[in-house]
């Protein structure tokens, strides 16, 4: 069974850098073909894909609303995911999920979630 806990909840000011860690047992992060991604869900809204990795061959997708400002990485001796979120905007406040998605398929194992406020 594979489980993924993120950490990293926090409350902070505009143009602020918060980080957020995805732990992952049961699987290897760097499993052939899966995708492993940051969502997140904004308060009253949708849930919004942010990043993926492909770790196993160092492949990184962003969402046009964070390119330049999110950066997705992995530790594959911690079997662990990252994002490291600079430049924070109010409108960067969501609730944040890590995931993962085998290509080509819907997303089988999601995270519990954790908070991101972004308020001066």
């Known amino acids: 069974q594979v489980q993924l806990q993120e950490a990293g909840p926090g409350l902070v000011k505009p143009s602020q850098t918060l980080s957020l860690t995805c732990t992952v047992s049961g699987g290897s992060i760097t499993a052939s073909y899966y995708a492993w991604s940051w969502i997140r869900q904004p308060p009253g809204k949708g849930l919004e894909w942010v990043s993926s990795i492909y770790s196993y061959i160092g492949s990184s997708y962003y969402a046009d609303s964070v390119k330049g400002r999110f950066t997705i990485s992995t530790d594959n001796a911690k079997n662990t995911l990252y994002l490291q979120m600079n430049s924070l905007r109010s409108d960067d406040t969501a609730v944040y999920y890590c995931?993962?998605?085998?290509?080509?398929?819907?997303?089988?194992?999601w995270g519990q979630g954790t908070q991101v406020t972004v308020s001066s």
């Open positions: 995931a993962r998605r085998l290509w080509g398929h819907e997303y089988d194992y």
